[in-house]
């Protein structure tokens, strides 16, 4: 037998090996009640626990010091990472790291939870947002399009899309706060350190460079102009 082959023999012993292993793991968890929809296609360390009534779809990445609650939906090619994740919680292609998930709370698809992130119970973190440590409270949602960094947002807030936490100045990181029960309209800069107060509103477009009291409406935005011909003036109409 060449050299070559042993390599190549060895390698197949080592896969086998380990994928006997993943099937061990996987057999565990079949046990305690969890469903796998392609245990094949599932990559579960076994310091990992997942509570009865959780379903594992494929592609699906659960390494760490993790812990998942029960009956949660853990979607296709998501990735959760020395992360807690509560009872009823639905995971849809996202990534979670080093942050914890309440009870009945919906994450994803596309969402990204970077460490030190607490969301509460009955909460949302929807498609394409990011979330770096911070809390975002029970009933609160962020749907879409949000980036909440350094801040700790209360309960029952909305965050509209495009709201962005600007936490970084260049040289220092700093943290801002929304209170219970505000609402932050679509494409807001929150210029960190801010306080949004309890039940106030921010109008879409705004930037938030001072603090907003309590029950108030936040409007910083330039005055619209409308200039009236001015299309067909430019001769923009003929093309």
């Known amino acids: 037998m060449s050299?070559?082959?042993?390599?190549?023999?060895?390698?197949l012993k080592e896969q086998e090996e380990k994928q006997k292993m993943r099937l061990e793991i996987i057999i565990e968890h079949l046990k305690k009640g969890v469903v796998f929809m392609d245990w094949k296609n599932a990559y579960i360390e076994k310091s990992v626990t997942i509570e009865e009534g959780t379903v594992i779809w494929p592609g699906v990445v659960l390494i760490g010091n993790t812990s998942i609650g029960k009956n949660c939906i853990i979607g296709h090619n998501t990735r959760v990472e020395n992360?807690?994740?509560?009872?009823?919680?639905?995971?849809q292609n996202s990534v979670i790291l080093e942050s914890q998930v309440g009870d009945h709370t919906k994450v994803g698809p596309f969402a990204y939870l970077r460490p030190n992130s607490r969301i509460g119970e009955h909460a949302k973190v929807g498609d394409f947002v990011e979330v770096k440590n911070s809390t975002l409270g029970n009933h609160s949602k962020a749907s879409h399009l949000t980036y909440i960094g350094d801040s700790d947002v209360g309960d029952h807030v909305n965050l509209g899309?495009?709201?962005?936490?600007?936490?970084?100045?260049?040289?220092?990181?700093?943290?801002?706060?929304?209170?219970?029960?505000?609402?932050?309209?679509?494409?807001?800069?929150?210029?960190?350190p801010?306080?949004?107060?309890?039940?106030?509103?921010?109008?879409?477009?705004?930037t938030v460079t001072t603090d907003i009291p309590d029950e108030a409406l936040a409007v910083g935005r330039a005055k619209q102009k409308n200039i009236e011909g001015w299309v067909k003036k430019r001769g923009l109409l003929k093309k």
């Open 83 to 91: 992360s807690i994740i509560g009872n009823n919680v639905e995971i």
């Open 194 to 206: 801010v306080m949004v107060g309890e039940g106030a509103y921010i109008a879409a477009g705004t």
């Open 161 to 192: 899309c495009g709201v962005v936490f600007v936490n970084y100045d260049g040289k220092n990181k700093h943290r801002s706060v929304v209170k219970d029960g505000a609402f932050v309209g679509c494409n807001t800069n929150l210029v960190s």
């Open 3 to 11: 050299d070559k082959t042993k390599e190549i023999t060895e390698i």
